[in-house]
């Protein structure tokens, strides 16, 4: 079942002389459960696709259609709604609220949609995660790999229809991103979760079904090959 779909994707920034095509006639599908690494030179156009596959960006022309829905067409307050609800977004630079603990951060998406956090699937998180007894710590009492793992678990409250990562690892050392690309594998293969990870991080792209590279804002390269955990 196709979770994404990506049509005559074009981002326009500036006019004339400063006119830059960040993105140009990207087109591509995403099965339910694929892990797929986004891969290119900076400046490729790869972060504005994130932006614009999460929702914090619109796109000059182009349709994306996330679980059936083509957000290009929902307002402002219905995309906000949709984007709470059905994407989970990591960041590198980790994004948590410093005056909540652990599990306040983790649950607080869905507070802020009024909905009661799923007690289960928060355990069953924490567990997975190692934060079981890191629960009413606050971020600066957390380290770098630690704050990612909350991170990973904020976005995932929600049962997302795709998890995007941007760069997840590029603040962490090589020990914390092995684990961490571990961390999202898992939850890949045993959860069927969809994953979209924008990486210049070679393990990644090793650890992803799907390598999709995108030069001057075009894809270039779309290859699909079997998993395997980097090492």
């Given at each position: ?15 004339g ?38 929702g ?25 709604i949709?984007r ?28 802020l949609?009024?909905?009661?956090p799923?007690r ?6 924490v ?17 770098g790999?630690?704050?990612?793992r ?15 990562a ?24 045993e ?29 270039t ?11």
């Amino acid at each position: 079942m196709k979770i994404l779909e990506i049509k005559n994707l074009c981002k326009i920034y500036g006019e004339g002389e400063t006119k830059v095509d960040a993105l140009r006639n990207v087109s591509f599908d995403v099965e339910q459960g694929e892990f797929v690494a986004i891969v290119g030179p900076s400046g490729s156009g790869k972060s504005t696709l994130m932006h614009i596959l999460g929702g914090v960006d619109v796109p000059t022309t182009g349709i994306v259609n996330i679980a059936g829905t083509n957000i290009g067409e929902l307002n402002e307050t219905k995309l906000a709604i949709f984007r709470r609800r059905n994407i989970g977004l990591i960041y590198q630079f980790y994004n948590l609220i410093p005056i909540l603990n652990v599990e306040e951060n983790m649950t607080l998406p869905l507070l802020l949609d009024d909905r009661k956090p799923d007690r289960a699937l928060l355990k069953d998180l924490v567990e997975k995660l190692g934060l079981k007894e890191r629960l009413k710590h606050l971020p600066n009492q957390l380290s770098g790999g630690q704050q990612q793992r909350v991170s990973i678990g904020r976005a995932l409250m929600n049962h997302p229809a795709l998890l995007l990562a941007d760069e997840p690892t590029g603040n962490l050392d090589s020990e914390n991103s092995k684990e961490i690309i571990t961390l999202l594998r898992k939850f890949n293969r045993e959860n069927n979760q969809t994953v979209i990870i924008i990486t210049h991080d070679e393990r990644i792209a090793l650890a992803a079904d799907r390598v999709i590279t995108i030069e001057d804002g075009m894809i270039t390269r779309d290859s699909k090959r079997l998993g395997v955990m980097a090492s």
